[in-house]
């Protein structure tokens, strides 16, 4: 059985399915029957969550500036 | 001639959009192949070249920021990043992704521009989490409470929808994901905040598997624990 440690230093190995298949159920069987692993699985998981909702920002001067480049670009070019 | 479109861009963070959806760059798995992409740019086709920026530039703007402290800065390397890359694209060889090959470029441009700025944190205090989160744990070897939890723990499940979206905890993330570690914070960027598979991440920043995965770890860690500190300031305020 796995101690909260070990939960807490494999989560990720767990999510990203690089556990063996006896470390995924003694992952799971330890985290069911223990609150405060509970706890920080549901953490862990809100934080991925959030992250995913940062929407990416790029500025649209940004974008014309480089298009512009890509025209000068284009009739140095040809 | 390319420092014209350089200082344009100064100006340029002031209004920034947001694009519709946050989705992964279709165009990596949909789009035209690599080859046929590539001849599409060299031979001038402006509507491909913006579909591959609207792919790589926020993510590209992102992995920037990750070097260097000022928005301006990260935004000037981007472009200076394309300038470069149009400069190389007809003698590009295909030795490596197209994709994989840009993103050397903004490493370099990157690396070169972080040399010169100072930096106003000392990058001994920029460690991830990991570490000083062994106190959150009872000894090993105590009698009863071995490696157990010291805290409580709370759900975030059950947390009010908005817990994790006001103001502080935006200012948390990006404060956070500057703090980092360069490499863990382009991890995360690309894992969690931009949604690429760990392959994809791996061959893009030339790691291994078990690498990208402790790196991820470590970040992510940082990032909950930012949120838990976020979320305690709350409760004490309240
Ligand atoms: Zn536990």
């Not at chain 2, 200082?7 to 959009?17: I, Q």
């Not at chain 2, 920029?126 to 106190?135: I, K, S, Y």
């Amino acid at each position: 059985m796995f101690s909260c440690r070990q939960i807490y230093d494999l989560i990720t190995e767990y999510d990203e399915g690089g556990l063996t298949e006896s470390g995924r159920r003694q992952f799971e069987q330890h985290v069911v029957i223990c609150p405060p692993c509970r706890g920080f699985v549901s953490q862990m998981r809100a934080t991925r969550e959030r992250l995913g909702q940062d929407a990416p920002t790029f500025p649209v001067e940004l974008e014309e500036s480089i298009v512009n480049a890509f025209r000068s670009w284009k009739e140095k070019g040809s | 001639m390319e420092a014209a479109g350089v200082t344009r861009v100064l100006d340029a963070e002031t209004t920034s959009r947001t694009t519709a959806t946050h989705q992964p760059a279709p165009d990596r798995h949909t789009g035209p192949d690599e080859r046929a992409l590539l001849a599409m740019l060299r031979a001038g086709d402006e509507e491909a070249f913006r579909r591959l920026l609207a792919e790589l530039g926020p993510v590209m703007l992102r992995v920037a920021g990750t070097y260097v402290r000022d928005k301006q800065v990260a935004a000037e390397i981007v472009q200076e990043t394309w300038i470069a890359v149009l400069g190389g694209l007809d003698g590009f060889q295909g030795r490596s992704s197209l994709r994989n090959w840009i993103f050397t470029i903004l490493g370099n441009c990157a690396s070169r521009r972080a040399q010169s700025e100072t930096r106003s944190a000392p990058v001994s205090s920029l460690q991830g989490a990991g570490d000083d989160e062994l106190n959150r744990f009872f000894e090993a070897n105590h009698p009863r409470w071995a490696s157990c939890w010291t805290t409580i723990n709370t759900r975030w499940d059950a947390l009010p929808e908005n817990a994790l979206t006001t103001a502080e905890a935006q200012a948390a993330i990006t404060e956070k994901l500057k703090a980092l570690p360069p490499t863990q914070c382009a991890v995360i960027t690309l894992r969690d905040l931009e949604g690429w598979s760990s392959e994809e991440v791996c061959t893009m920043l030339g790691l291994t598997p078990e690498n990208q995965r402790v790196l991820l770890h470590r970040a992510r860690l940082a990032l909950r624990r930012a949120f838990e500190e976020v979320l305690d300031d709350e409760r004490i305020a309240s």
